[in-house]
Nanobody
């Protein structure tokens, strides 16, 4: 599976951004997908995951109620809509694909996109 993330940029506190991740490859449509982020000097952390059929989602507590993960199976694309952004959301965001439907551990993901930078100013 190859993954291409886009949509990062600069936002003000309270603003919104939408990230996209296009997946390609023979198993792209049957993979669990997730978003992770990594701030400078910190470990990569789980943000959200969505099952292959998009019927189930799972969020980190830090983003629950503010971020929404979705999936367009026809386009093999997942999205992360980020609302009510905070300075602590500043990080490089990565999309990833897994053989597990709703994994949250970094080690459960086999394929990673290149990352897209999100910067939230106060």
């Amino acid at each position: 599976v190859q993954l291409q993330a886009s949509g990062g940029g600069l936002a003000h506190t309270g603003g919104s951004l939408r990230l996209s991740c296009v997946a390609s490859g023979p198993t792209a449509g049957t993979s669990g997908m997730g978003w992770f982020r990594q701030a400078p000097g910190k470990d990569r952390e789980f943000v959200a995951a969505i099952s292959p059929t998009a019927g189930n989602t799972f969020y980190a507590d830090s983003v629950k109620g503010r971020f929404t993960i979705s999936r367009d199976s026809a386009k093999n694309t997942i999205y992360l809509l980020m609302n009510s952004l905070k300075p602590e959301d500043t990080a490089v965001y990565y999309c990833a694909a897994s053989n597990s439907p709703l994994a949250s551990a970094v080690g459960r993901y086999d394929y990673w996109g290149q990352g897209t930078l999100v910067t939230v100013s106060s």
